[in-house]
């Protein structure tokens, strides 16, 4: 039986914000981006101070399936709070990937009780909420509220586009997630696009005006969990 690492991820980045003042520190990420198909999700975790981290700990594209599945478990029990937020392929059409990523980051730190006084976010600026925060380039690499996030938005996403394959059995979300695989292109060329299928992005019809999807490891709308 193979020996659970220590955590790769460390708290260097919250335990700043503490000494600056704050308490309630949110860790934020995304997963979906690159996706062909589904939504964008994101998730909002706070972190207990108190407590130890979840044993192998680190970005969600690092972990197997069974390590992200046991880490996202303790991390529903032992989390201050998280909180999903989603959205779906007609808005990212509508507006553009970015806008929909800062969106349903937006809506998990909303949905946060109790609410962060501060979030370190994956990379991106949040400029439409006065929350203090914090950009870290490859956060979820490094910072453990970071990687905590990264996970619960996985797990959340890749069981969601497991139901979707029972509804669209014919493109194999199951296996890719939304993600480019071959098969996946193969399915679209056979049969068209689903009803959450991007149909912006390249791909997803034969000559587009498209969006390009940003690149994402493929291991990875229903309405949104409650946050705890």
């Known amino acids: 039986m193979r020996k659970e690492r220590e955590p790769a991820v460390g708290t260097a980045f919250e335990e700043e914000a503490r000494r600056r003042g704050f308490r309630l520190i949110a860790g934020v990420d995304e997963v979906g981006r690159g996706a062909l198909a589904g939504p964008v999700a994101a998730a909002a975790v706070i972190l207990d101070p108190n407590g130890p981290l979840p044993r192998g700990l680190n970005d969600s594209k690092k972990l ?15 989390a201050l709070c998280y909180a999903v937020g989603l959205v779906p392929a007609g808005e990212i ?66 069981a969601l586009m497991r139901e ?15 993600y480019g695989a071959p098969a996946h292109l193969a399915a679209l060329r056979a049969h068209g696009p689903c009803p959450i299928h991007r149909l912006s992005f390249r791909g997803v019809l034969p000559a587009a005006d498209t969006q390009t999807p940003e690149a994402e490891t493929p291991d990875e709308t229903r309405p949104q969990p409650p946050a705890r």
């Open 164 to 178: 979707y394959h029972r509804e669209f059995p014919a493109y194999g979300f199951d296996s890719h997630v939304g």
């Open 93 to 158: 059409d509508r507006t553009n990937i970015l806008v929909a990523t800062r969106r349903a980051m937006c809506d998990a730190l909303a949905q946060l009780r109790p609410a962060p006084d501060f979030a370190l976010i994956d990379a991106l600026q949040l400029r439409d909420i006065s929350l203090p925060q914090q950009a870290i380039i490859r956060g979820d690499a490094c910072c453990a509220s970071i990687a905590a996030a990264s996970v619960i938005a996985k797990t959340h996403r890749d």
């Open 64 to 78: 197997t399936a069974l390590q992200r599945e046991r880490i996202a478990a303790e991390l529903r029990e032992t």
